[in-house]
């Protein structure tokens, strides 16, 4: 689906539902960054979404996003690298994104620290949390996130902004609140302890459950297809 007027309708009814969400907490829309996940939609699509006002475009594929990059189809918004990053890719990533979601182990903390170093940046980052504690998914397990954090602070190159989370696929409603709230209190809790209460981005919720996300306490949302429509993976 590449119809600017679909994309902008799509955008305006997810920021009413966004809206609604934040003021069942206390917040407007306007205290939430509504990322447009742009996998497998063309650069076309990913400007037609910028025009409609998005705040943020996030990718899934570092190949993709290179791409995409090249055709300069993130102009006019912040790029988000989103999905599961390998170490091997780091250098492809770090300094194109403005901030990266996904960093859920040691390892990779300290790849983007080197690779930010070599180009004399400091990388934004949200720590993901594998709160499922899923085995084939990758993040921290909750009870580590600290210890990630503290690891972070340091490296002179990398900036912590914040979690990051995506509950189990199989989660119920009533599941995956838990697991929303459970971040929530995570995110609190580090960003008290370490932070004086500096950490900024809660990123949790997707095109099925923003809504709830939001009533957990997000302030950060990434939205696909309730944005860009179904995609195809037959191609």
Known sequence: MSNSTSIRENIAAIRAQIDAAARETGRTGADITLVGASKMNDAAACQEAIAAGIDALGENRVQEMTAKLAEDAYRGAPLHFIGHLQRNKVKQVVGKATLIQSIGSPELLAEVDRQAEKLG???????????????????FAPDAVEQAAAQAKTLAHVRVRG?????????????????????RALYVDISRKMYDNGL????????????????????????????????????
């Open 121 to 139: 940046i400091v990388q934004d980052i949200l720590l993901e949390v594998n709160i499922g504690g899923e085995e084939a998914k990758s993040g």
């Open 200 to 235: 900024e981005y809660l990123s949790m919720g997707m095109s099925g459950d923003f809504a709830d996300a939001i009533r957990a306490g997000a302030n950060m949302v990434r939205v696909g297809s309730a944005i860009f429509g179904a995609r195809d993976y037959s191609k």
């Open 163 to 183: 979690l990051m989370t995506i509950p189990p696929a199989d989660a119920t409603r009533e599941e995956n609140m838990a697991y929303f709230e459970k971040v």
